[in-house]
Nanobody
């Protein structure tokens, strides 16, 4: 079994910064893609940023130039540095990872419990 635990959310004024952290633990052989999603009240969950095992990054257009995703494979951890935050960035941020627990066995999706980010105007 694998657990993802997020931290780093909070309340910040517009223009401020936050750094989200997601640490994976449990039976882990390899983590493929790691992603950050967010869900605003009354809206669908959307992909914010992703990073492959090799380090290739992709971002939603709405956060390009402001957010940076990174990962530490030795620590099974993914980060999201969020700068120049806007009120529309408010929502619950979820970590997602595609994990292989045992060599030559299937990969599975895991989600964290979410961390609230609130940006005041």
């Amino acid at each position: 079994q694998v657990q993802l635990v997020e931290s780093g959310g909070g309340l910040v004024q517009a223009g401020g910064s936050l750094r989200l952290i997601c640490a994976a633990s449990g039976t882990i052989f390899m983590i493929n893609g790691m992603h950050w999603y967010r869900q605003a009240p009354g809206k669908r969950r959307e992909l914010v940023a992703s990073i492959t095992g090799g380090g290739t990054r992709n971002y939603a257009d709405s956060v390009k130039g402001r957010f940076t995703i990174s990962r530490d494979n030795a620590k099974n951890t993914v980060y999201l540095q969020m700068n120049s935050l806007k009120p529309e960035d408010t929502g619950v941020y979820y970590c997602h990872a595609v994990v292989q627990s045992i060599p030559n066995r299937p990969l599975y999706d895991y989600w964290g419990q979410g961390t609230q980010v609130t940006v005041s105007s």
